[in-house]
């Protein structure tokens, strides 16, 4: 039997043979050696460690993963259905590879660029690395090794983009044991303001690894609507860290919906660096059958006057298992901080788990910070209610259920993202009716 | 329309209905009073098909049907309708896919078609108005920081809306001020019909100066011990329920 170290060999071997995108560049050679040297050190996380006390990846690292996909395309037609916006600009990955036929990035907005990683990586060397710290989690030294594609997005100052950009991940599934691994870069210059989604999604039901690592950098003022949408095979492994820097008077959306794979674990951590600094952090999983979801959060108030909401709501069913544990961190000088970090939970069986662990260390004495969790199930006063006007269990059940989770949505400013999440998440949930 | 014979109900094996017989005819109003904990909520709860009670001896029979074999749902599908007390909020359901939703379970049992978007909100306005109730209310969730009085309002609105046969009015009037007790019982006025039968559940004799009854029922201890006409609730009014208790103690009649 294999030990969780034993996978460095086969992804050293891969980093050695592979021709990995910007072998020619001398810096990123360097830093996928220290990457590599790190991952050697440190491996897969284990469940030792505290952030992975729930989560276990032994699974994974048992597991012979392939790193070069089939030749494989889906039609045009293909592409809109899976897509959550039809008006966006797209930017589309299959089975990992840059698709440049269905993306949709003609008549960009002056200011705004968009760029696969695999050909913009020499205009990134001063973003790589900047928000994730490979020292620390074995994984991001795992992607900084091997990330191969991705997308970077830059905008300039005073430019407002009002089209969104879909980031449309597909796994077709016609690569058994397919091992991705993207490095998204999002970089919003002095009051300018963007809408991005990453959609992640599996067509079939094969054995998959998406490992991706988004960093995103907010100058003064600038705004960024984040979301993303996990919808991957039941097979899949998906492991994501979304890290981001704000400077003073920026604001960042995040939010962040899990519904699919076999495994998700997403990693979403904001350092609030300049007075004003606002995030708004939310996210919603819904979890069946033997599905398990892990949110680690992190908010660091650095500075006074910033302040923060998060929000995440989960509904697990059957034998699923979620992990919310959402660190807030009021630095010593962050004075003024405003805190507000909330998690609930809606349990549909009884054979389903949910550990949450809010986590706030405040190190500064003039500040306001809450923080609760709850969990429960699906209110009978309010089911009788519903049947008692007519609706059958089921569709009272489902109505509830959908009631409790879609709330997480309200704070999305868009009317079109939010209605197409909104179908989304009708679509996924559990019970059956209308 | 509605028969309950010889009616026995506990909750946990405490008995809370205790031999209840009633019989409403189609086009009646009938108003049981009586003291807290006199079984009241628990008659209403039973007819609207609540989970959790007991049902030890004695039957409800709806329209020649046993009533306590269908779930809630299809009693409601076909025509019995509770006006909850305590409405409930639903935060995230807006009042008018509740509506909405509950028409066309109401229609789809009577082998309807859903009515269209247009057709609806000009069958909901209309409904609205007999309510007094703005159209803003359609648009938020189900009760959602509603006042007592726009609770109590919006159940009567979707009694207007779902015309049903039978209505069990549970302490509508409670937390209700005169004037919006007037907008109530107007509506429910105006939801009186020979087809339709109104059984209203309430303490206080109040209610009934809006809506007349045909026949008044005096509940305690989980008896119906006296029933008259209207006359019967002013003397409970005036002389307080002990009087039913002093009088009538263990003898129903």
Redesign the interface.
Known sequence: MKQLTDLVTPFATIAADKQLAGDDLAWLKKLRLQALDQFNRAGLPAKKQEDWKYTSLWALSQQDFIHQANPSDISAAQCDQVALLQDSYRVVIIDGVYSAEHSQLTGLQTGLTISPLSSGLDQVQSYIGQQVDIEKAGLNALNTLLMNEGVVITVDSDTQVLTPIEILVINTGSTNNLAIHLRNIIVLADHSQLTVIEHYIGLAESTSFTNVVSEVVLKENAELNHYKLQQESSNATHIATLAAKQAANSLWRSSNISLGAKLARNDVHTQLLGEQAHVVMDGLYLADSEQHVDFHTRIDHAVPNTSSEELFKGVLNDNSHAVFNGKVIVHKHAQKTDANQQNHNLLLSRGCEIDSKPEMEIYADDVKCAHGSTVGQINEDQLFFLRARGLDEASARNLLTHAFAVDVLDRIPAEQIRNAFSKVIEQHLPHGGS | MLEIKNLHASIDGKEILRGINLTVNAGEVHAIMGPNGSGKSTLSNII????GYDITQGEVIYKGDNLLDM???V???RGV??A?QY??E????SNI??LK??LN??RK?QGLDDLDAIDFLTLVRSKLELVQMDEQFLHR?VNEGFSGGEKKRNEIL?MAL?EPSLAILDETDSGLDIDALKVVSEGVNALRSPERSIVMITHYQRLLDYIVPDYVHVLSNGQIVKSGDKELAKELEAKGYSWIHDTAEGQPI
Not at chain 2, 90 to 93: Q, S
């Open positions: 609207a098909g609540r989970d779930p809630a749902e009693r409601a599908q309708f509770l909850f409405p409930v639903i935060p995230g359901v896919y509740l939703a509950a379970a109401v049992y969730g979707q779902l």
